[in-house]
């Protein structure tokens, strides 16, 4: 049985890279969890190397596509490109929980509940969903693997990962963080915006709007996440009672 999840996991990994690993250990630690016995080698210290190869590589890509950014965007652009919550769409895009050695309760739970979360944000919610760090983790890992497996070459590690990774997120499909996103839409139109924490009473945050409440969010696992839903919905909100104003006052 373990022998044939093994040679599942090989050619899933070699259809979605197109790389054929000299050390097919490494690829098989890099989607061990520890939550596993200790008999196997997990993925631990991987999933950190993996983090900085793929900070490299997206760095490298972005400063020779986008000349004329500067530093700051270009810092931006990368945090958003190599996040929890993107490199989890990843691992739910090609299933590769299926394939994780783990002993996680209510893992494949969660996994769902993240994919279903994801339908409303196509690209990324900046924020506004939780999502399992474990699903990034195992693609930090795989890159990692093939980072070692391939004598510690970042080009080679880069062709075989940048179609996994797609579609990254480009200058023109960054949005705003959504608290920044409502402050400026109120700076705009001379509103005053309030957002208050009422997390640790009841898990939400609540904005107001000219001191009415327009919108709140909630998020039972992280405060941020609340607090970004609550701008999100303030923002829809608003701008929905903006453009009803303009209606009434063209009539």
């Known amino acids: 049985m373990e022998e044939q999840s093994f040679q599942q996991r090989e050619r899933l990994v070699e259809e979605i890279t197109g790389y054929k690993f000299k050390n097919p250990d490494l ?3 890099a989607f061990t969890h520890p939550s596993v016995p200790q008999n196997w080698a997990s993925n631990d210290r991987m999933e950190y190397l993996g983090d900085s190869v793929l900070s490299l590589m997206i760095a490298k890509e972005h400063y ?11 810092t931006d652009l990368r945090s958003v490109n190599v996040d929890t919550e993107k490199l989890a769409r990843v691992g739910i ?6 394939h994780l050695r783990c002993q996680i309760q209510s893992f494949n739970e969660q996994v769902e509940e993240f994919r279903s979360a994801t339908l409303e944000y196509p690209l990324h919610s900046l924020g506004c969903i939780n999502p399992p760090k474990v699903l990034a983790d195992i693609v930090e890992a795989l890159i ?27 200058p023109e499909t960054l949005e705003i963080q959504p608290v920044t996103k409502i402050m ?14 009422n997390w640790d009473k009841t898990r939400e945050f609540e904005c107001f709007v000219d001191g009415k409440s327009v919108a709140k969010g909630k998020s039972s696992q992280n405060k941020d996440t609340a607090r970004n839903r609550a701008a999100y919905n303030a923002y829809e909100q608003v701008i929905e009672n903006l453009h009803m104003k303009t209606t009434v006052k063209d009539r």
């Open 144 to 170: 990692a693997a093939i980072y070692i497996d391939c004598n510690f070459s970042i080009d080679i590690t880069w062709q075989a990962v940048k179609d996994m990774l797609q579609p990254l997120i480009t």
């Open 93 to 98: 895009k090609y299933n590769l929980h299926n």
């Open 27 to 29: 690829l098989h630690q």
């Open 64 to 74: 020779f596509a986008y000349p004329d950014l500067s530093s700051k965007d270009l």
């Open 184 to 197: 400026q839409l109120c700076q705009k139109n001379k509103l005053k915006i309030n957002i208050v924490d």
